[in-house]
């Protein structure tokens, strides 16, 4: 082909689009079709896809013309109003909408919200069967895909909140016909392992189901109703992070915890590591001042003891013996130097007055006995007569006399 006749992607994305302008259908069209894949962009414009049963077109809605509409959502049926070009920087065509309006609810809508009132109506989803969540985790079952962005989500999650908590994955299909018996696979044999792992029953605290955000086909698999009757049967409380925060599901409803997405659930799953470092610090501060008051208060009762038991000790009584003792002999002394006194005043009056009995004081003072011849002391006049010869004793001596007359 000569170069004259080659043409680059651009022109010729370029003419594709000059052929979408000029089209007077395509450039005032009224589509019917189910919305798919709905995403509001960080600009304010919105992205989404129309679906029917055999085809499916991309489009969007600039942000000045999301502002004044009611946005729709995921399995709505609508009609949407705008045209047909092509956006040249990916070669595709696709629908730029000015004007939606609903068109009743789309197929997957109206099948969830009957699943979804059944289920309900059976008892379900009632909080009361609700189970709780343990604090403080030992081992968590996750049940995704082995190469997913959500595992990775959760992994790094829970290894920067809690990293002692152990981790069992059980790999599923997420998406697709065959992903809803594998994840009641997956859910049951965590649910098996649980019951007989060698760290003893119920070993598992919860298991996490997980998947990153999509359409609402991409993630059909969890509003299946044996994943549901599989949630609810399991013997380990189960989260769920499905999809993004807007996104619900029948698997939702039927967990014991709904979280809004992969590392939402991560997060319900297991503590904070640094709360928890705070809790045992506050525990430890409490416990280092409990100690201290009660150091305290055993050593002022150490010290009352100590001082009760001085007072009753031996030593000390003995001492106090020893001092009674000594006060006795004081007074035994005392007492016996005062019996000692007082024998000798009354010995001294004794020797006083025996002094005055004295015959030979008697005799002193100008008295004399006389005496027989026998030594009979004559002390009548009725002994002697007279001639009798007598002897009279005076203080210096004795002379015989007679009697003269009696």
């Known amino acids: 082909m000569p170069p004259s006749n080659v043409l680059t992607v651009s022109q010729i994305t370029a003419y594709i689009k000059s052929l979408f302008s000029s089209d007077v259908l395509l450039g005032d069209v009224r589509l019917s079709g189910e919305v798919s894949n709905f995403k509001l962009h960080t600009s304010g414009h919105c992205y989404l896809t129309l679906k029917d049963e055999t085809s499916s077109i991309k489009a969007v809605i600039w942000r000045t013309t999301a502002s004044r509409m009611q946005l729709p959502r995921d ?23 000015d004007h939606i309006e609903p068109a009743g609810s789309g197929r997957l809508w109206m099948e969830f919200e009957r699943l979804k009132a059944r289920l309900e109506a059976e008892g379900l989803f009632d909080a009361a069967a609700k189970r709780p969540l343990p604090p403080v985790p030992r081992r968590l079952g996750i049940v995704t895909s082995s190469t997913a962005a959500a595992l990775r989500d959760i992994l790094r999650t829970l290894a920067s909140r809690y990293p002692m908590v152990e981790v069992l994955l059980a790999p599923t299909l997420v998406q697709g016909e065959s992903a809803p018996p594998s994840i009641v696979a997956a859910i049951e044999m965590l649910n098996r392992w649980s019951a007989s792992s060698p760290f003893g029953k119920n070993s598992l605290d919860a298991i996490i189901l997980a998947r990153g955000g999509g359409s609402i086909e991409e993630l059909w698999a969890f509003n299946d109703e044996r994943v549901a009757r599989a949630i609810r049967a399991s013997s380990v409380p189960v989260i769920t992070g499905i999809g993004h925060e807007t996104d619900f599901t029948i698997a939702d409803f039927a967990a014991d915890l709904r979280a809004p997405t992969p590392t939402g659930a991560a997060a319900s799953a297991v503590p904070e590591a640094r709360e928890f470092r705070e809790a045992v610090a506050g525990l430890s501060e409490a416990v280092a001042a409990r100690m201290a008051d009660q150091l305290a208060t055993e050593h002022m009762r150490l010290e009352t003891l100590t ?83 007598i002897r009279v004793r005076v203080s210096d001596g004795t002379f015989a006399a007679q009697v003269t007359e009696s």
């Not at 049926?77 to 070009?85: C, E, F, P, Q, R």
């Not at 004794?350 to 009979?376: F, K, N, Q, T, W």
Request: hydrophobic share 45%; net charge positive; proline share 3%.
């Open 307 to 389: 001082a009760r038991l001085g007072r009753l000790s031996p030593s000390i009584r003995l001492a106090g013996d020893r001092q009674r003792v000594d006060d006795l002999v004081r007074r035994a002394q005392l007492a016996i130097a005062n019996r000692l006194r007082s024998q000798h005043q009354r010995l001294a009056g004794l020797e006083l007055h025996l002094g005055g009995l004295d015959p030979a004081s008697v005799l002193a003072r100008g008295y004399a006995i006389v005496s027989m011849a026998g030594d009979a002391v004559v002390s009548s006049t009725a002994q002697v007569a007279a001639g009798d010869p």
């Open 75 to 97: 399995g709505d049926a609508v009609i949407a109003h705008g045209y047909v070009s092509v956006y040249e920087a990916q070669g595709a065509y696709q629908l730029y909408i």
